[in-house]
């Protein structure tokens, strides 16, 4: 059940006007500062309070989101622990969930998801200068702002040091960190990751944003755990009949999606550029597929194809 709301209250200077999120170990509030105007407070469960592990976690989340500057990152502001409570102060995010945005607008224009994609990978390009790996990119954590077009990054709950060794890490097949939709395979065992992994997780959203579907369709966790295991994700092409995209693009987001982070694009970066080249690639007409067959199936006996 729900815990008693702190709407109302004032902690270290910042007045809770609503509650707005909760999960499983903190929730949010909208809030407001006298210096800073609208703020995202996150606060730590109370019953979780005397928890030193659950606490290390959230202020190394608040830590890593401290660390960098970025106008594609939700700032962080303040953290620490005021009148019993540990809590994240951060910016106000104007907009909505891309996971909702997308859900009432349905798939989007390529040109649209470069644009994104293109943010992103400068958000996580930050974050990997910085020595993060994000490791939970995904919609729900992406705030989208359909009057700018603009998107910010958040949420450093499960984010890692990528010049530290993972002291809580579990290491069982089968015990991992992320969302089995957008993480990486390496990621399944609980094995080390790098930057490649928010690289596998940036392609899966790719895919999904331009199709509205997902490279595994797992019918369940277990079913979809094995396939990324093992599997082969249903190429960009055939993710919906009569959909098709440039080869240069399909190429693009499928190297993305390779097992072996080897094999996929050196950076976030070069991924993104990847994506904007095959874009451009007007090789394949955008509406083509089946359309242009049943086109070519009515076309006049004679009539040269240009």
């Known amino acids: 059940m729900p815990s008693h709301s702190l709407a109302g209250r004032t902690i270290a200077g910042y007045r809770l006007l609503e509650r707005v999120g909760e999960g499983g170990t903190a929730e949010v509030y909208r809030a407001d500062h006298p210096e800073r105007g609208p703020c995202a ?16 976690r959230f202020l190394r989340e608040a830590g890593y989101g401290s660390r960098v ?67 939970d990119l995904k919609p729900e954590n992406i705030i989208y702002d359909p009057a700018t077009g603009r998107v910010k990054l958040l949420d450093f709950g499960i984010a890692r040091d990528a010049d530290l060794p993972e002291e809580e890490r579990l290491t069982r ?8 939709k957008y993480v990486a395979p390496e990621a399944l065992s609980g094995a080390l990751v ?28 277990r079913e979809l755990f094995q396939q990324l295991l093992a599997g082969v ?4 092409n055939e993710a919906v009949v009569g959909l098709r995209f440039p080869p240069a693009l399909e190429a ?24 904007a080249a095959g874009i451009a690639d007007q090789s394949t007409p955008r509406g083509g597929g089946l359309l242009d067959a049943l086109k070519r199936a009515v076309r006049p006996r004679g009539r040269q194809e240009s």
């Open 194 to 221: 790098d930057g490649r992994a928010d690289i596998f997780s940036l392609a899966a959203l790719t895919y999904w944003l331009l199709t509205g579907q997902h490279p595994y369709r797992g019918r369940n966790p």
């Open 173 to 180: 097949t089968g015990f991992f960190v992320g969302t089995l």
């Open 69 to 135: 500057h970025h106008p594609g990152v939700v700032r962080t502001y303040d953290y620490g622990e005021a009148e019993g409570y540990y809590y994240l102060a951060l910016e106000w995010a104007v907009g909505q969930s891309l996971t909702d945005y997308v859900h009432r607008v349905g798939r989007l224009a390529p040109e649209l998801v470069e644009s994104l994609v293109r943010q992103l990978a400068d958000s996580l390009a930050a974050l990997h200068q910085a020595g993060i790996i994000h490791r």
């Open 252 to 275: 693009a987001v499928m190297r993305g999606l390779a097992r072996d982070p080897a094999a996929r694009q050196a950076t976030v970066t070069a991924f993104a550029d990847a994506v």
């Open 233 to 236: 994700p249903v190429p960009l």
């Open 41 to 56: 407070f996150k606060v730590l469960r109370p019953g979780l309070q005397g928890d030193p592990t659950v606490v290390k």
